[in-house]
């Protein structure tokens, strides 16, 4: 079953399976695969974060929770001066033969992003370093266990409490703060301020404006 799903993950668009020959591989690769293998479900289970920053300067944060059953939930904050929304997606990862596979099967907003694989760099500690099949790299950065109580359903999502674990990690995005000022109405100002380990915290980003709903 793992080298018919190295088969398929082999497949490049266009190229018709036929043209693709058995991968030849020795008992001594094999087991030595099949160890990694082992070895990476152990050391990345628990939980990830990552953050980017779009060209249109949309921070989109993420926290990954990979269980050892083999399932996961993805929650995501998007942020930009002015606008924040969340998405929550569940599904199945694995390692298999070196690569970390994970695919979405369901998702709070109806989409599924395709399924991500990707090598794992040696060695894993409080980072993640991995490299997609097109060369994009990323790093992801251990973030802290979700208590007993956490809900990993759809339906459990709570924004506070991922505000709470992307903010001590210091990748929460863009967030609100109240300037001291208000309008003809009597509403506060607020200015944006980008918390981020992509900037320089000493030099936030900001924009003066409503806070988001």
């Known amino acids: 079953m793992k080298y018919l799903l190295l088969l398929v993950l082999a497949l490049l668009p266009g190229t018709p399976a036929s043209a693709l020959e058995q991968p030849k591989l020795t008992e001594a690769r094999i087991h030595e695969l ?11 289970a628990g939980v ?29 904050r998007f942020s930009s001066a002015g606008k924040i929304s969340y998405r929550r997606a ?3 990862w694995y390692p298999l033969m070196g690569w970390f ?9 109806g989409r599924l992003i395709p399924r991500m694989v990707r090598w794992v760099n040696d060695p894993i500690g409080q980072e993640l ?5 097109t060369g994009m790299k990323a790093v992801l950065i251990r ?14 999502f ?8 992307l903010a001590a990690k210091n990748l929460i995005g863009f967030i609100p703060e109240e300037t001291g000022e208000k309008d003809s109405d009597g509403k506060p100002f607020y200015r944006w301020i980008l918390k981020s380990r992509l900037m320089d915290p000493t030099e936030p ?3 003066r404006g409503p806070a988001a709903k």
């Not at 596979?101 to 907003?109: F, L, M």
């Not at 973030?143 to 459990?156: I, K, R, T, Y």
């Open 34 to 44: 099949d160890q990694r293998d082992s070895e990476l479900f152990g050391k990345i």
């Open 48 to 76: 990830w974060m990552f953050e980017s920053m779009g060209p249109d300067f949309r921070h989109v944060a993420q926290r990954s929770i990979y269980r050892e059953d083999g399932t996961f939930v993805a929650d995501y």
């Open 90 to 92: 569940t599904g199945i």
């Open 101 to 109: 596979c994970e695919e979405e099967t369901k998702s709070d907003d």
């Open 129 to 133: 370093n991995v490299v997609s099949r």
């Open 143 to 156: 973030g802290e266990a979700v208590g007993n109580d956490f809900d990993g359903s759809l339906d459990g």
């Open 158 to 165: 709570s924004k506070k409490e991922l505000d709470a674990s």
């Open 205 to 207: 980003e900001k924009e």
